[in-house]
């Protein structure tokens, strides 16, 4: 049994063009005004992301157990193994933009850079409120008065502004380490006599040029041993 | 059979021709060149030149950088500040270059753009929020003011009396720098503050309230003004009652008159903030943002200089020569 034939009902032959023309007339029309567009996902459509970098949940901040826990725990032991001043010395009376380049470390945008070194020296003078110390030939001052601003803060090169709620917490910190060099590093400073030898680790702001006259650069001491 | 035929050959073009339409769309969209993307520069006001360099080189730099960049002045008005980020989030900007009228207040103006998808990168004047704004670059404040401060003992001495004259008092600059300025001079007990007065970074507010504090204190030897424009409007003051010379001024800015005025010994230091650098770096990181970069500090710190008669060789045109 074959497939039935169709018999005698002969089909009329379907006149296509008309419906290919409509057709694609109407897909002309669909291309000059989409009913829906589809467009790739740019990636600024995303919610911004909060990409800060370990930043603490703005909360009571506490400047003095944050300060005395950094203290012991981070700054101590960097102290320990910070770099040895006497080279940094050497560089910095040969060029001071090359010793910056090669020894500080720049906080944030500008033109500020810092210094962390430890070293021994000699004191030759005893001044107000700094004592001037020879290391190997060159002259540095160790700050014994008052400690203002964030030399130690910026300078000791292991904080940054963004593991605190914000800036006035990260200025409230800088006031307690000053406040700890003060109470907790400067006191035996403040009686030594010259020719005394003192070894130190301490923070300096890396001046742009060498000084006309006077130390190379003042250190704000984070740790200091008087050997009479 | 004859009408099957002609739907299905129908629905076939309709799936062809929504889906030419549809690629061919999508196609059409990556070659044809992209919409000039607009970036807003949201200033605090431009009452003050040194606001309208920050918002001119934010604007500038966002135009290099291919944008079309507006900037709105809130006019150190918040209302005026959240209807500025009402209408920006409506007009679909890509970005808010911001420098914000209130540390607190202007959290919610930057919540409402992130939630629309806008960035907002601060400028110069920190908010409060951690999670609010991409980044935040902002000026070194309290360090500025410690230097300041020590070279306040250092030409008035450590015996004295002096006045300070705050910035507005909602704006965490104000206070950083009075906190920097004071974590010195406060350590020398004979030095002492007569009067502390807001002139909300205005110079005639600032003339009108040390015209008024110099009728009871006629004896000071030295104003701390919290900007610049303050300090002009103190030394008018000062000139205007014979004392120009005889009291010294201290400003914070690092406005052009007044590193002048500083060069000519009519104001004894000011101290340079760097609104360019300032505005630039948040233009480019809106433009790293825009170009798909997540990864960005909360805060830049900006390091500022001291300005007095011997730096003040190397500094002019907001910044460093």
Redesign the interface.
């Known amino acids: 049994m074959g497939a039935p034939a169709g018999g005698n009902a002969r ?2 032959p ?1 006149v ?1 063009w008309p ?2 023309v ?3 007339g ?3 029309l ?2 000059a005004f ?7 996902k740019r ?11 370990g ?4 909360a009571a901040f506490d400047a003095v157990a944050f300060a005395e826990k950094f203290w012991s725990d981070q700054l101590a032991p960097a102290a320990a193994r910070a770099p040895g001043a006497a080279v940094l010395l050497a560089d910095l009376r040969r060029d001071p933009a090359a010793a910056a380049k090669t020894h500080a470390h720049r ?6 850079a810092f210094y962390f070194v430890r070293g021994t020296g000699r004191v030759t003078a005893v001044e107000r409120s700094r004592l001037l110390l020879e290391i190997n030939g060159a002259v540095v001052a160790l700050r014994t008065g ?1 400690v ?3 030399v130690v803060r ?1 300078g000791c090169g292991l904080l ?3 593991q605190v ?4 917490e990260f ?1 409230a910190l ?2 307690e380490l000053n406040r700890l060099v003060e109470a907790r590093v400067q006191p035996p400073l403040k009686t030594v006599a010259v020719g005394a030898t003192i070894t130190f680790a301490g923070c300096a702001e890396a001046p742009e040029s060498l000084p006309a006259a006077g130390p190379l650069l003042t250190f704000i001491p984070v740790t200091a041993e008087v050997t009479p | ?2 009408n099957s ?2 739907v299905r ?2 629905a ?3 799936l ?3 889906t ?7 196609a059409a ?2 070659v044809k060149p992209a919409v000039v993307r607009k970036v807003a520069v949201v200033v605090s006001t431009l009452n003050n030149p040194w606001f309208v360099v920050l918002a001119d080189a934010a604007r500038d730099r966002a135009k290099e950088l291919g944008y079309n960049a507006v900037v709105f002045d809130s006019q150190n008005d918040p209302a005026k500040e959240a209807q500025h980020f009402d209408n920006l989030i409506s007009a679909g900007y ?1 970005a808010v270059l911001f420098n914000c009228t209130d540390a607190k207040g202007s959290i919610a103006n930057v919540r409402r753009a ?2 629309a ?4 990168f601060c400028m110069d004047r ?1 908010i ?4 609010a704004a ?2 935040q ?2 000026s ?4 500025g003011c ?2 300041l ?2 070279y306040f003992i250092e030409v008035v001495g450590e015996e004295g009396k002096y006045v300070e004259l705050l910035g507005l008092v909602a704006d ?1 600059n104000t ?2 720098r009075s ?2 300025f004071h ?2 001079v406060d ?1 020398f007990p004979g030095l002492k503050m007569v009067a502390q007065q807001s002139a909300d970074f205005d110079r005639t507010k600032a003339l009108e309230v040390l015209e008024a504090i110099l009728q009871a204190h006629p004896d000071i030897n030295a104003v701390f003004c919290g900007n610049d424009a303050m300090a002009m409007g103190a030394y008018q003051a000062l000139l205007a009652a014979g004392k120009a010379g005889k009291v010294k001024v201290f400003g914070f800015d690092g406005a052009d008159d007044v590193v002048k005025a500083v060069a000519e010994g009519k104001i004894a230091a000011t101290v340079m903030q ?1 609104p360019k ?2 505005a630039r ?1 948040a233009a480019e990181n809106a433009d790293r ?4 970069e ?12 001291l300005v007095n008669r011997e730096t003040v060789h190397k500094f002019g045109d907001y910044g ?1 020569k």
């Open positions: 089909r009329k379907f296509a419906v290919i409509a057709g694609v109407f897909a002309g669909l291309v989409p009913p829906f567009h589809i467009v790739t990636a600024d459509d995303a919610p911004p992301a909060n990409a800060s970098t930043v603490v949940a703005v906080v944030g945008l500008g033109n500020a008052p203002f601003g964030n910026d940054d502004v963004n709620p914000g800036l006035a200025n800088s006031a | 059979m004859k035929c002609f050959a129908l076939c073009l309709l062809i021709g929504l030419v339409a549809s690629v061919g769309t999508s969209a990556d890509s992130k939630a998808g806008i960035p907002v920190e409060e929020a951690n999670d991409t980044s670059i902002l070194d404040n309290y360090s410690v230097a401060g020590q965490t206070w950083n906190k920097g974590s010195v350590r760097f650098i300032m770096t943002y825009i170009k798909g997540r990864n960005f500090p909360q805060r830049t710190p900006v390091a500022v200089e460093r």
